[in-house]
């Protein structure tokens, strides 16, 4: 299963300790995560550039995790809409647990 994770960067200085976090607990569980904090990001590195590439990533997943709150967030927003549009199914907080014994 293709997890993209989601959460706001702007203004949260430990953004990316943050994504790797995440990423980390994912990949112990079995998901092949997608942080798009370490995507190549071979462009003119506009925030448009940023984006972009980052819903490519997020287009060939199967689920979205969102790592914090997104209200704020223009990037995040527009993640969420953009899986809500292709059915990328948001994958919820849980327990570890809980993910280890549920069929994807």
């Given at each position: 299963?293709?997890?993209?994770?989601?959460?706001?960067?702007?203004?949260?200085?430990?953004?990316?300790?943050?994504?790797?976090?995440?990423?980390?607990?994912f990949?112990?569980?079995?998901?092949?995560?997608?942080?798009?904090?370490?995507?190549?990001?071979?462009?003119?590195?506009t925030w448009a550039?940023?984006?972009?590439?980052?819903?490519?990533?997020?287009?060939?997943?199967?689920?979205?995790?969102y790592?914090?709150?997104?209200?704020?967030?223009?990037?995040?927003?527009?993640?969420?809409?953009?899986?809500?549009?292709?059915?990328?199914?948001?994958?919820?907080?849980?327990?570890?647990?809980?993910?280890?014994?549920?069929?994807?």
């Open positions: 299963m293709k997890l993209y994770l989601s959460g706001a960067i702007d203004n949260n200085p430990d953004y990316f300790e943050e994504f790797e976090d995440y990423e980390k607990e990949v112990s569980m079995g998901f092949d995560v997608v942080n798009p904090c370490k995507l190549p990001h071979q462009h003119n590195k550039s940023y984006i972009i590439e980052d819903l490519k990533a997020l287009e060939k997943c199967d689920k979205i995790f790592i914090n709150d997104i209200s704020k967030s223009y990037g995040g927003r527009i993640e969420k809409l953009f899986a809500e549009k292709l059915g990328i199914t948001e994958l919820l907080p849980f327990k570890k647990q809980e993910v280890k014994n549920e069929k994807f």
